[in-house]
């Protein structure tokens, strides 16, 4: 059984930084890949990004790139989401995902796991 749980989230300023973390209880991380999605009220859920365990290569929606980075801990099990100048349009739930595959994706329907969520609330 697949346990992701986030933490990290808060209410910040536009602005300020914020980093996001995703503990995965895996028993073989080499075979999957990990993905930080985040929803708004009304919207649909949005990729951000994705990194593959065996290998640490990323991807990056354009939304976020430049100002979010993913990266993982191997001795940790844990995959943070770093969150820079962040805008109140950032304002959102993120979600942690795993997919059971090597390779990154921005579909949210190739993962198969996912976390609870953590409110990241940024003020203008």
């Known amino acids: 059984q697949v346990q992701l749980v986030e933490s990290g989230g808060g209410l910040v300023q536009a602005g300020d930084s914020l980093r996001l973390s995703c503990a995965a209880s895996i028993r073989t991380f080499s075979n999957y890949a990990m993905g930080w999605f985040r929803q708004a009220p009304g919207k649909e859920r949005e990729f951000l990004a994705a990194?593959?365990?065996?290998?640490?290569?990323?991807f990056y929606a354009d939304s976020v790139k430049g100002r979010f980075t993913i990266s993982r801990d191997i001795a940790k099990n844990t995959v943070y989401l770093q969150m820079n100048a962040l805008k109140s349009e950032d304002t959102a739930v993120y979600y942690c995902?795993?997919?059971?595959?090597?390779?990154?994706?921005?579909?949210?329907?190739?993962?198969?796991?996912w976390g609870q969520g953590t409110q990241v609330t940024v003020s203008s």
């Open positions: 990194i593959s365990w065996s290998s640490g290569s990323t």
């Open positions: 995902a795993a997919r059971r595959y090597v390779g990154t994706s921005s579909r949210r329907v190739d993962y198969e796991y």
